[in-house]
């Protein structure tokens, strides 16, 4: 303990107010309210940190591939309402941003999420009727990869 620490519990105890306290020694009233009550000060706060690039790549592919698909949709729905075009936008825009949010942030759903988007983008370009598509094959395995390859991105998202 500290000698401040020493002089804000001989001022408590001399019955000055938290308030009191708190101006004259310039600390926070929940930091008095802590040293005073006996509980162990709060651990450090995580060091803010960038995403490994690899990260970055695929949390920008996914917006690219989302505002592709969502002006697919839309050009070849235009015979729907405006209703439902507003709708297709904003609950496009919202799913690809909160997935591009989510692997920023080093979220485990968002990141398996876009590996099984992945996965069927790899099935689904390998089965196709009109055989295979190797742009849609290419792209989910990259995603996949760019996921779980690296060891930055292993460890951006705790494994």
């Given at each position: 303990?500290?000698?401040?620490?020493?002089?804000?519990?001989?001022?408590?105890?001399?019955?000055?107010?938290?308030?009191?306290?708190?101006?004259?020694?310039?600390?926070?009233?929940?930091?008095?309210?802590?040293?005073?009550?006996?509980?162990?000060?709060?651990?450090?706060?995580?060091?803010?940190?960038?995403?490994?690039?690899?990260?970055?790549?695929?949390a920008v592919l996914m917006l690219l591939v989302g505002?592709?698909?969502?002006?697919?949709?839309?050009?070849?729905?235009?015979?729907?309402?405006?209703?439902?075009?507003?709708?297709?936008?904003?609950?496009?825009?919202?799913a690809y941003v909160l997935l591009a949010y989510g692997?920023?942030?080093?979220?485990?759903?968002?990141?398996?999420?876009?590996?099984?988007?992945?996965?069927?983008?790899?099935?689904?370009?390998?089965?196709?009727?009109?055989?295979p598509e190797i742009a849609s094959i290419l792209l989910?395995?990259?995603?996949?990869?760019?996921?779980?390859?690296?060891?930055?991105?292993?460890?951006?998202?705790?494994?």
């Open positions: 303990m500290s000698q401040r620490d020493d002089e804000i519990l001989a001022a408590h105890a001399r019955g000055r107010t938290v308030r009191q306290i708190s101006r004259t020694y310039g600390v926070s009233a929940q930091a008095v309210r802590r040293l005073v009550s006996g509980d162990p000060p709060p651990p450090p706060s995580k060091p803010v940190t960038r995403a490994p690039a690899p990260v970055i790549a695929v505002a592709v698909q969502i002006a697919g949709v839309l050009y070849f729905a235009s015979h729907w309402s405006v209703w439902a075009r507003l709708a297709v936008i904003v609950l496009g825009v919202s692997l920023w942030r080093g979220w485990r759903a968002a990141r398996w999420t876009v590996a099984v988007v992945g996965g069927i983008a790899m099935v689904s370009g390998t089965f196709n009727d009109a055989g989910g395995g990259l995603l996949v990869a760019l996921l779980f390859v690296p060891v930055r991105s292993r460890a951006w998202f705790g494994g």
